[in-house]
């Protein structure tokens, strides 16, 4: 590399580190904004069902249903109501008074003393498709717990003599937050990267600056380096202060490589840093620029990344789209680093999209900067 083209690198990033130093909007956007969003969504999303309004119909008080209705009082995810009738359960089910109710019959006391399996009657609001299956589930083991103890101080076998032990593997504790942390840095990492360069080029061009530069001997590809480099690293900053977060905040174990994980989001943020210069090269407005990288960038990684909604269950033309969202390859990176460790077999092939998706991005916004005018 010549000499003049080092120095003018040299002046052109020095110029760039000293107006993120007086403008402490790019700051807030690298540290502040990564903080507060996940803190946000951490704590505010959750796809767990916890203290479930769960009424319980007994037409006939006995010790076995109100040892079965125990079963709800001790458990973390129901706070359980009874009700003396099915007709008063299911007019405060209608009311949304309660999220379901269970209903035990007259016979249910009779039958179990009989030996016979008595039947429960399960309803539930099924207006949250997602909640009606959590709730769903959740009664169902609820169930199947209080039976086999039932039996089992009963010395009767069990009818279905198969003992089911589940291992879960990666997350045990079957928590969504250890699940969606991971996605949340990525998401939000894609909004942080894409803004910190949509709004530069577009700043130089309100102010005037970018013509004064154009009559110097620089060249498009030295303004567009200077302007990557500084905010790299700003970014990679927002990326430690989110993962300190997510380890330290949320207890989300982080079982992968650290180097691994750096490598990973060095190339996540180059190709979100060339998405924001992309936009601002060919915005030139910074409050355009912005309304771009918040509608192209982050609804995308939100809705698109398999952050939240499986891909897999997409219609087949959105599942072909997300191949074109960044944020889907560090979403399966993080959440692999995070919960399964340094899985090649999965981190290989999303750590070369990332690098295909950085070159194109990169690419493109080299293609759009003209030194011109017009």
């Known amino acids: 590399m010549k000499a ?31 903080a507060i969003l996940l803190l946000l969504f951490g704590y505010g999303v959750s796809l767990d069902a916890r203290h479930i309004k769960l009424g319980i119909a007994v037409e006939q008080p006995s010790a076995a249903a109100s040892s079965f209705t125990t079963e709800f009082s001790n458990s973390v995810y129901f706070d359980p109501r009874v009700f003396s009738t099915a007709d008063a359960a299911q007019t405060a089910l209608a009311q949304e008074k309660i999220d379901g109710f269970v209903w035990l019959q007259s016979d249910f006391a009779r039958r179990l003393a009989a030996g016979q399996d008595p ?33 089992a101080a009963s010395g009767a076998k069990d009818p279905i003599p198969i003992a089911i032990e589940p291992r879960i593997w990666f997350n045990p504790a079957v928590s969504s937050r250890d699940y969606l942390v991971p996605g949340l840095i ?24 970018m013509e004064a530069l154009m009559v110097t001997r620089v060249t498009m590809l030295e303004i567009l380096i200077s302007k990557v480099l500084p905010y790299f690293f ?17 207890h989300v174990p982080l079982h992968g490589s650290i180097l691994v994980l750096t490598l990973s989001a060095s190339l996540f943020m180059l190709a979100s840093l060339g998405m924001g210069l ?39 033309p959105i599942k072909v789209f997300t191949h074109i969202v960044a944020a889907r390859y560090f979403v399966a990176i993080l959440q692999s680093l995070f919960l399964a460790g340094t899985v090649w077999s999965v981190i290989l092939p999303n750590f070369l999209a990332l690098v295909v998706m950085a070159i194109v991005f990169l690419g493109a916004a080299r293609l759009a900067a003209r030194k011109r005018l017009d």
């Open 4 to 34: 003049g083209v080092v120095m003018r690198l040299r002046g052109l990033i020095r110029k760039e580190s000293l107006q993120i130093l007086r403008d402490p909007s790019s700051i807030a956007i690298a540290f502040l904004l990564p």
């Open 119 to 151: 039947s429960i009657g399960v309803y539930v609001n099924g207006v949250d498709a997602n909640n009606a299956r959590i709730i769903e589930n959740y009664v169902q083991q609820s169930w199947a717990i209080w039976r086999s103890s039932q039996l």
């Open 186 to 209: 990525a998401v939000i990492m894609t909004l942080t990267g894409a803004l910190l360069t949509a709004l530069v080029i577009a700043r130089e061009w309100e102010r005037g600056t």
């Open 234 to 250: 700003l970014g990679l900053g927002g990326m430690v202060v989110a993962v300190i977060i997510a380890v330290f905040l949320f």
């Open 278 to 316: 992309l936009i601002s090269t060919i915005a030139k407005n910074q409050f355009v620029a912005g309304q771009i990288a918040i509608i192209t960038t982050f609804l995308p990684a939100f809705i698109l990344s398999g952050f939240i909604f499986d891909i897999g269950s997409m219609p087949w």
